[in-house]
């Protein structure tokens, strides 16, 4: 025999969970999928471990898993197969078969238009029959959860556009009231400029909670802006016979074994762009509060989600917007805070979500400057809040840029982190002015170094005197100020002072400049110019390969 447990995400609603109860309780009573128990993975009573080990006491040692999710995002597919490969664990030799997500299905959708209907109608029309003309007029705002999964967002839309086909709405538009766009006030504000005068607002939601109590005050607060617009809320699906004949549906397909899941476009599988950093995430069950085995408890933010916060230290590159990697683009897209570096592509922060939170990590030369350490606390602290965060670099992470000093404070405090690769400047900003920095019979080796410290400095590590007697090129980092002190020794030490030399400034920029000179000259060039930060400067030979002149 074959128990059901049907597994809810949790809420800190008492509404939401009398809710869940009852759709349990109203499956149970019909007697037609057996013995029927309930649980939560987080956040209320009673635990999935409860559910499961109360039809374990009652003999059954095989069980469907019903998620009770209108969408299968992360909770479907990871944090439920996670919490029930657990549940083996404690109870050896049980085993079970997965049902899928309930939507999108026609029996929601009728579901949903009967809400809508009856918000439309208003108390003193209940339960009567709509003419077309009430309809005709009404535009529909279906507002799902918002998730990071594009799976489940892109069901929201389809949702919608089913919800629309064939019932007479004037039209219905998607949006999400957290983790993803457009939000609940940007869809009401683009009906009323589609010329809507009458809107249902209506949540794509099974049961109370506290992001449909968002989207009435949320939407409460619209109307009151617009007093010319006509702006009501439905009622959430609810404990309803439909929603019980869809888990009874669900039930007998995994019974029979035709699942039918949707890998397609799966982000945990596939590269969709914009989440990359969720390909191949292992899944983890959550800790719930009543869960003995839990030391963990959750007190999830759900305006940024439920994934467990993570690091992405990324290299972003010599400056221009369209020279990140296909990789980092994709965390900044899927990022919930970014900590960001004054030479990092910061155009690209204008196309992040609106809720993105945003940190200014500028160093400025002799200017404001954030420390590291509260560079190191931030990041730690937010993917402690279990936020996925992106630490933007300038450039590569790694040349130059402290980046293995915020991966060494993430992996100390047990913080997930990853480094992208970016495109060096020591690399991109010769090449932006036609220089290779090797080239065949010319130079055999490049040297990229640090000239934030003179030579002669206490505290400097280079080797300037074997430096001057390399023949190769060597590429020279934030040594705006300590130019002139560097020719002057490598022209001490061995190099001719005939060696061309080309700086150039703001790289890849519009304002990009290339200024050549000798070696014994470009200290006076620099000052004369007034080359500022960021600058890179090019020695050797290969500099007189430049396909581009000057440029001022």
């Known amino acids: 025999m074959t128990g059901l447990v049907i597994v809810g995400h949790g809420t800190r609603s008492a509404a939401g969970v009398d809710q869940f109860a009852a759709l349990v309780g109203r499956v149970r009573r019909r007697g037609d999928v057996g013995d029927v128990e309930g649980g939560f993975i987080e956040l209320s009573r009673p635990p999935l471990t409860d559910a499961v080990g109360a039809l374990v006491a009652r003999g059954h040692r095989a069980l469907v898993a019903l998620p009770l999710v209108l969408t299968a995002a992360g909770h479907g597919k990871g944090d439920i197969p996670a919490a029930m490969a657990r ?7 049980l085993t079970y078969r997965y049902g899928r997500a309930l939507g999108p299905h026609p029996l929601l959708h009728d579901a949903l ?42 069901e929201v839309a389809k949702v919608a556009r089913l919800l629309w086909e064939g019932r007479g709405y004037a039209g219905v538009e998607p949006g999400f009231v957290s983790l993803a766009s457009p939000s609940v006030p940007a869809v009401l504000e683009r009906l009323r400029r589609l010329g809507a005068r009458r809107i249902v607002v209506a949540p794509y939601f099974l049961f109370a909670g506290v992001l449909p109590d968002r989207i009435v005050a949320q939407s409460a607060e619209f109307a009151a802006a617009h007093p010319d617009l006509d702006v ?15 888990v009874r549906e669900r039930h007998t397909e995994a019974l029979a074994g035709d699942i039918r899941m949707n890998c397609d476009t799966c982000a945990y599988r596939v590269l969709m762009p914009g989440f990359a950093d969720k390909v191949g995430r292992p899944q983890r069950p959550h800790d719930h509060p009543d869960d003995p085995v839990g030391h963990h408890h959750h007190g999830h933010d759900h305006h940024h989600g439920h994934d467990h916060g993570s690091v992405a230290v990324v290299g972003g590159g010599p400056g221009p917007d369209d020279l990140i990697t296909v990789r980092g683009r994709a965390l900044l897209d899927a990022a919930d805070v970014v900590v960001a570096d004054r030479l990092a592509p910061t155009g690209l922060l204008t196309g992040l979500r609106p809720d993105v939170l945003v940190i200014d990590a500028a160093k400025v030369p002799r200017g404001p400057s954030m420390a590291q350490e509260a560079i190191n606390a931030a990041l730690v602290s937010h993917a402690r809040a279990g936020r996925r965060v992106v630490r933007l670099k300038g450039g590569d992470p790694y040349v130059f840029g402290r980046g293995h000093e915020e991966v060494q404070a993430c992996a ?28 065949r019979g010319v130079a055999h080796d490049v040297t990229v170094v640090s000239g934030h410290l003179p030579p002669g400095h206490p505290d400097s590590l280079v080797d300037w005197a074997a430096l001057a007697r390399a023949r190769g090129t060597v590429v020279l980092l934030m040594a705006v100020d300590t130019i002139a002190k560097i020719a002057s020794v490598l022209i001490e030490h061995g190099r001719a002072p005939e060696t061309p030399v080309l700086a150039v400034q703001d790289a890849g920029q519009p304002d990009q400049r290339s200024l050549p000179a000798r070696l014994d000259e470009i200290g006076a060039l620099a000052a004369r110019e007034e080359i500022r930060p960021p600058a890179v400067f090019v020695v050797g030979p290969v500099v007189a390969l430049t396909t581009t002149g000057p440029t001022v």
């Open 87 to 93: 549940e083996q664990e404690r109870h050896p030799g």
């Open 412 to 439: 100390a405090a047990g913080v997930p982190v990853t480094v992208v690769p970016g495109v060096s400047s020591a690399i991109a900003a010769p090449a932006l002015a036609g220089v290779p920095v090797t080239h």
């Open 113 to 154: 238009e009967q809400r809508i209907d009856a918000a439309l109608a208003g108390a003193d029309r209940a339960g009567t029959a709509l003419e077309g003309a009430d309809r005709a007029g009404t535009w529909v705002a279906l507002i799902g959860r918002g998730s990071t999964d594009p799976d489940a967002n892109a």
């Open 232 to 246: 009501r809320v439905a009622e959430v699906i609810g404990d309803c016979d439909a929603l019980a004949d869809l």
